[in-house]
């Protein structure tokens, strides 16, 4: 009988050798920041990931809680600004009025933009800066934009946390303008949570969905440091409180925050 050579399944086909698994990566990683660096690559990814937004949101089931919240505000064309944790940004453009003008602060770094790009695809705007980057200029534009009647979005815990624990700047807009934050929410029954610093929520298509909005938080304008501490602390409270309801309300788990540092608390 002829001598042949065992079949061996798929699973057992030798491996590229270590050292080369490891070379790839390495190779593959510039190339693929290359490749997103490229204005017209980012726009198209920008269009792909509106495009899923759409899909989600027509193939699944939304409630809104406490819609009458934000209608009150809406019908007689008062400011205010919407905070909700980074993570749960994905579906934010579908729990805006339409033709109500808001613009959302992003930050300068090439996520900001991709983020940025999306959400004008919802005809959304932004204002650009952080706390560590164009933050006075940012500061002073959301403040314009509020006396001005346009409405504004921030995630208070962006761009890089701590997951889902405020900082002081959303607070100071408040107290500057004038005008009451509300927190806002979204949660899924199916859903991708990555394993990014904010625990970015992804609702699949065919789920059950809520958008949840919280009673307004109003800073005075002469609050001196302690009540603006206290205010930031309530509206984290509020957030956090808004979104473990709305996670259980569609049978998932609770995403916990971020420990606390010694600047928010802890």
Partial sequence: MPNCTPFRPPSSLPLLPSTDRRQWARTRAPVLKRLFSLA???????????????????????????????????????PFILALWHGRLMMMPYSWRRGKPIDFLISFHRDGDMVARTIGHFGLGSIRGSSKKGGASALKSMVRALRQGTWIGIAPDGPTGPRMRASEGIVSV?????????????????????????????????????????????????????????????????????????????????????AATKAHGG
């Fill in 40 to 78: 017209v690559v980012r726009g198209i990814t920008c269009w792909l990931i509106s495009l899923y937004i759409r899909f989600a949101r027509i193939t699944s089931r939304w409630r809104v809680l406490g819609r009458e919240i934000p209608e009150d505000f809406w019908s007689r064309e008062e």
């Fill in 174 to 258: 408040a107290r500057l303008s004038g005008v009451p934050i509300l927190p806002a929410t979204c949660a899924a029954s199916r859903r991708i949570v990555l394993g990014s610093w904010d625990r970015f929520l992804i609702p699949l298509p065919f789920s059950r969905g809520i958008f949840s909005w919280g009673e307004p938080i109003r800073v005075p304008r002469d609050a001196d440091d302690n009540t603006i501490r206290e205010t930031v602390q309530q509206l984290e409270d509020a957030l956090n409180t808004l979104t473990d309801e709305a996670d259980r309300a569609v049978g998932q788990q609770t995403i916990e925050p971020a």
